[in-house]
C-alpha cells in the first residue's frame, strides 16, 4: 500500500501533519528514524507513524520506509490508566497493587507519603506499608484466589494506627 504526505492530510489533525511531514524530510534527507503517534481528526482512533532507511538488497541500495500501526486499543487504555492513576493519588487512602509473584508494582501518594518514599524513586515503592504482615496477606490472598482482610497496627507519619489491610489478588 503505498500513499503521500497529502493523503495523509485527510486524517491528520494540522499539527501532527506538519511534524509527520518534518520527520519524513528528516529520513529522506539524513536517514533519520522517527516514531510518531497521532490521533486521527476523522475518527477516534490513534495510529503509531515509524520511519525508518532499510537496505534493499533488489533496489541496490537503501529505502526509506514508514509503517502505519493502529494504536486505539493502547492509547485508549494507556489514557484509562493514567486518569485512574490520577484519580487514586487524590484519594486520602493507601491503595497499591501487586503483581501475580506478590511485589508492589503501583502506590497511589498517600501511601507513598505513609512509607516516606522519596519522590520520584519508583524502587520505593515496592516498601511494604505493614511488612511482613502485609505480605502474608497478600500470599494467603493470591494462594485463595479471593480477597482477604485484616486488622493491623501500623505506624504512619510517627502515629501508631490500626489500619483495615485487604489484599486482592
Do not use: M
Not at 493507601?94 to 516516606?116: H, L, M, P, S
Amino acid at each position: 500500500l503505498q500513499c503521500t504526505i497529502q493523503d495523509g492530510q485527510i486524517w491528520l489533525t494540522a499539527g501532527d501533519g506538519e511534524a509527520l511531514r518534518a520527520d519524513i524530510a528528516a529520513l529522506r534527507g539524513a536517514g533519520t528514524p522517527f516514531t510518531r503517534v497521532v490521533e486521527r481528526r476523522d475518527a477516534p482512533s490513534w495510529l503509531a507513524l515509524r520511519g525508518e532507511r532499510v537496505a534493499s538488497s533488489a533496489l541496490h541500495g537503501p529505502i526509506d520506509v514508514v509503517s502505519i500501526e493502529d494504536r486505539t486499543a493502547a492509547e485508549n487504555a494507556a489514557r484509562e490508566r493514567t486518569g485512574l492513576a490520577r484519580l487514586l493519588d487524590a484519594l486520602p487512602i493507601f491503595v497499591w497493587r501487586r503483581t501475580a509473584d506478590g511485589r508492589i508494582d503501583y502506590a497511589n501518594r498517600a501511601f507513598k507519603v505513609a512509607i516516606e518514599a522519596e519522590p520520584g524513586l519508583e524502587s520505593e515503592t515496592a516498601r511494604e506499608l505493614a511488612g511482613a504482615f502485609g505480605r502474608a496477606l497478600a500470599e494467603r490472598a493470591i494462594a485463595r484466589g479471593e480477597p482477604e482482610t485484616e486488622c493491623e497496627h501500623v505506624v504512619v507519619a510517627g502515629a501508631r494506627r490500626l489500619l483495615a489491610l485487604t489484599e486482592i489478588p
